[in-house]
């Protein structure tokens, strides 16, 4: 049997993942990294299909979108060096960047399209803050479902907020408290998603 699921795992690059953990070493980023990592290895013994996105920018005119590992891309070690040489960047322009995922999507040979989208808070850019910024976001999350792409999103690092319903629906995201415990429960929402 063929699963037919194509993801796109879309990582908040913006500086706020500089911040360090309580009780470790690591930063909210280095966390990030293990994650992807492990979905994956996990993903590749699956057979389903994942690219690997990060995002950040500065402005509507500096939006960064770095493509980290393609659907094609076998999990090589040059696709790990690429994971263990990302760096905190600018500012979270997330609608800009979800836009951008989901026309790689688009493109993906398979039943099921999912863009998963890991970061550790809400978009915030020069010009681009507040409830425009969540307007501009939750536009560009519709448009994914009227491409027939799936999304889900995984908030780190912070409490839950009711916003966060506001900003992605209700059944459409997790926030995990402890960025610690993203790397399990990453692959347990994965799992759920693609069932």
Do not use: W
Request: aromatic share 4%; with cysteine.
């Amino acid at each position: 049997d063929r699963r037919e699921v194509a993801v796109l795992l879309l990582v908040d690059l913006s500086r706020s993942t500089a911040g360090s953990v309580p009780g470790c070493a690591a930063s909210v980023l280095d966390i990030e990294k293990e994650a992807i990592v492990v979905l994956c290895e996990a993903l590749s013994v699956l057979g389903d299909s994942l690219a690997v996105a990060g995002f950040s920018g500065s402005g509507r005119l500096g939006v960064d979108y770095v493509r980290i590992k393609g659907f094609g891309d076998p999990m090589t070690d040059h696709v790990k060096a690429r994971i263990g040489a990302l760096q905190p960047q600018r500012n979270t322009r997330m609608g800009a960047a979800i836009r951008h995922a989901g026309r790689e999507l688009s493109g993906a040979d398979a039943r099921v399209r999912l863009l998963l989208v890991l970061g550790d808070g809400f978009p915030n850019d020069t010009d681009y803050k507040g409830s425009h910024a969540v307007a501009d976001t939750r536009q560009a999350l519709l448009e994914l479902r009227a491409r027939h792409i799936r999304f889900h999103a995984l908030t780190v690092n912070r409490p839950a907020d009711p916003k966060l319903d506001q900003l992605y629906g209700r059944a459409r995201h997790h926030v995990i408290a402890d960025v610690r415990d993203l790397p399990g429960k990453l692959l347990r929402a994965y799992s759920a998603l693609t069932r």
